[in-house]
């Protein structure tokens, strides 16, 4: 890239592109060309919506295999992880679906981060209903954990996302549903998609917990941990958290998984394993070697991994709680004469 004076105070920026990076860009033109004749050659169904959603998808991955194939392994790369962002405020998108318009006539300025998630939940939101041309087993179990967190199964209808309730069989608007429901949503239906149809992705989830009660906070843990094994590990995943129940639901799934180990170096054990399968299957077990858990003090990081029992050392975050206990206790005794 140089810059060229034309004249007093006028320049032009011109691009120089290297020979490899041009005859990479003729293969990959090329190749997505001989592929695109083969889009859309799917049997085709009653719903035309679904036709443009399964091709688009289609395009979508052909295009990432096409990347990797002349960009990374041409380069002796073998993998790069592409980052995509899970803010905070995620509930800002159930109600906008009723208020563009409004945003759309005021000069309103939208974080960034919320614009780029904003725009990856609008596309899986799209191929949410169509996944089953993957893999339907590996969806059946991710489905079961978000309606577990959601409570109720979701629908993307005419541009609106609702929810079917469990309890009693009537939907409602996501932008009229609990504060919960509406942060979860947005995160659970890109953890939903993405990961399946992309490889080695780097997904930094900001709160997962926010407005949760802690069984759905353990849900999510769990959701995390099926996706991460069901995905043979390629993904990443960066969370932060101020509950002590996301630990402590970490920690579950890897005290299972080191249960699962423990049982199988010794014979014997068979009915043991499967009375471990009813509490917690196996693709939802974690090993500790897979994860890194770490606290602010002082400005400093620090691991929070006790390497002694290979568990979290939740209590960290979680001090206060021993704080109020002690508290409480000092209230009874005075109560009490004590």
Same mark, same amino acid.
């Given at each position: 890239?140089?810059?060229?004076?034309?004249?007093?105070?006028?320049?032009?920026?011109?691009?120089?592109?290297?020979?490899? +990076?041009?005859?990479?860009?003729?293969?990959?033109? #090329?190749?997505?060309?001989?592929?695109?004749?083969? %889009?859309?050659?799917?049997?085709?169904?009653?719903?035309?919506?679904?036709?443009?959603?399964?091709?688009?998808?289609?395009?979508?991955?052909?295009?990432?295999?096409?990347?990797?194939?002349?960009?990374?392994?041409?380069?002796?790369?073998?993998?790069?992880?592409?980052?995509?962002?899970?803010?905070?405020?995620?509930? %800002?998108?159930?109600? +906008?679906?009723?208020?563009?318009?409004?945003?759309?006539?005021?000069?309103?300025?939208?974080?960034?981060?919320?614009?780029?998630?904003?725009?990856?939940?609008?596309?899986?939101?799209?191929?949410?209903?169509?996944?089953?041309?993957?893999?339907?087993?590996?969806?059946?179990?991710?489905?079961?954990?978000?309606?577990?967190?959601?409570?109720?199964?979701?629908?993307?209808?005419?541009?609106?996302?609702?929810?079917?309730?469990?309890?009693?069989?009537?939907?409602?608007?996501?932008?009229?549903?609990?504060?919960?429901?509406?942060?979860?949503?947005?995160?659970?239906?890109?953890?939903?998609?993405?990961?399946?149809?992309?490889?080695?992705?780097?997904?930094?989830?900001?709160?997962?917990?926010?407005?949760?009660?802690?069984?759905?906070?353990?849900?999510?843990?769990?959701?995390?941990?099926?996706? %991460?094994?069901?995905?043979?590990?390629?993904?990443?995943?960066?969370?932060?958290?101020?509950?002590?129940?996301?630990?402590?639901?970490?920690?579950?799934?890897?005290?299972?998984?080191?249960?699962?180990?423990?049982?199988?170096?010794?014979?014997?054990?068979?009915?043991?394993?499967?009375?471990?399968?009813?509490?917690?299957?196996?693709?939802?077990?974690?090993?500790?070697?897979?994860?890194?858990?770490?606290?602010?003090?002082?400005?400093?990081?620090?691991?929070?991994?006790?390497?002694?029992?290979?568990?979290?050392? #939740?209590?960290?975050?979680?001090?206060?709680?021993?704080?109020?206990?002690?508290?409480?206790?000092?209230?009874?005794? +005075?109560?009490?004469?004590?």
């Amino acid at each position: 890239m140089y810059a060229k004076t034309l004249g007093k105070n006028k320049y032009k920026l011109s691009l120089e592109y290297s020979e490899h +990076l041009v005859k990479s860009r003729r293969k990959i033109f #090329a190749e997505y060309k001989k592929r695109s004749k083969t %889009f859309g050659t799917t049997e085709k169904t009653k719903d035309d919506v679904r036709d443009i959603q399964v091709r688009y998808l289609q395009e979508y991955i052909s295009i990432r295999e096409i990347f990797n194939q002349y960009i990374l392994q041409e380069n002796d790369v073998i993998s790069l992880d592409l980052l995509t962002f899970i803010p905070a405020g995620r509930s %800002f998108f159930a109600n +906008l679906q009723n208020n563009i318009f409004s945003f759309l006539s005021v000069d309103i300025v939208i974080d960034y981060f919320l614009k780029e998630f904003g725009s990856d939940y609008e596309q899986v939101k799209q191929l949410y209903q169509n996944r089953e041309i993957f893999n339907t087993l590996k969806y059946a179990a991710v489905d079961e954990l978000i309606n577990k967190i959601i409570v109720g199964n979701y629908v993307y209808e005419k541009g609106e996302d609702w929810i079917y309730s469990h309890k009693n069989n009537k939907r409602i608007n996501l932008s009229n549903s609990s504060s919960g429901q509406q942060e979860a949503l947005p995160m659970l239906l890109i953890l939903a998609v993405l990961p399946f149809v992309i490889h080695n992705r780097f997904f930094v989830i900001e709160e997962p917990e926010a407005h949760l009660f802690p069984q759905s906070q353990k849900y999510v843990i769990n959701l995390i941990s099926l996706i %991460f094994n069901l995905t043979d590990k390629r993904h990443k995943f960066l969370i932060t958290t101020h509950s002590p129940y996301i630990l402590t639901a970490f920690n579950n799934l890897i005290q299972a998984g080191n249960t699962l180990q423990a049982l199988k170096n010794k014979s014997g054990n068979s009915n043991l394993i499967k009375k471990l399968m009813k509490i917690l299957p196996e693709n939802q077990m974690l090993d500790i070697n897979d994860i890194g858990v770490y606290t602010i003090q002082n400005g400093r990081i620090e691991s929070i991994i006790n390497q002694e029992n290979q568990l979290i050392d #939740a209590n960290v975050i979680d001090e206060i709680s021993n704080e109020l206990s002690e508290e409480f206790d000092q209230l009874l005794e +005075l109560e009490l004469g004590e």
